[in-house]
C-alpha cells in the first residue's frame, strides 16, 4: 500500500474553523472559563494566523494561567485537526 498525505489548505477537507471553535468550548470548559472566553478564543486565532506558542502566550496572559499554560499547547490538536468529535 503506498502513502497518503492529505493537506487541507482551504477548509474544504475539514472545516478548521468549527473545529477550532469545539476546541475552544472543550478548552473553556476544562479551565473553568466563562463562555466569553470562546469568543476572545477565537478572536485571538485568527483563523490559525498567529504561531501555537505566540497564542498560548497571549491566553496565559488574558486568564493568566502562568506554567498551566503549557499543558493548553499540548491539548490544541496540531493544526487544527479534526476534533475528537465534530457537531452533526
Known amino acids: 500500500m503506498q502513502p497518503l498525505a492529505l493537506f487541507d489548505l482551504d477548509n474544504t477537507l475539514i ?39 505566540v497564542f498560548f502566550t497571549k491566553a496565559r496572559e488574558h486568564f493568566a494561567f502562568g506554567r498551566a499554560g503549557r499543558r493548553a499547547v ?7 485537526t479534526a476534533p475528537r468529535s465534530l457537531p452533526a
Open 15 to 53: 472545516n478548521l474553523d468549527e473545529a477550532f471553535q469545539v476546541w475552544a468550548g472543550e478548552f473553556a470548559d476544562e479551565h473553568g472559563l466563562e463562555r466569553e472566553a470562546v469568543g476572545w478564543l477565537i478572536a485571538l486565532d485568527r483563523a490559525g494566523y498567529p504561531h501555537r506558542e
Open 74 to 80: 499540548e491539548s490544541l490538536p496540531p493544526a487544527h
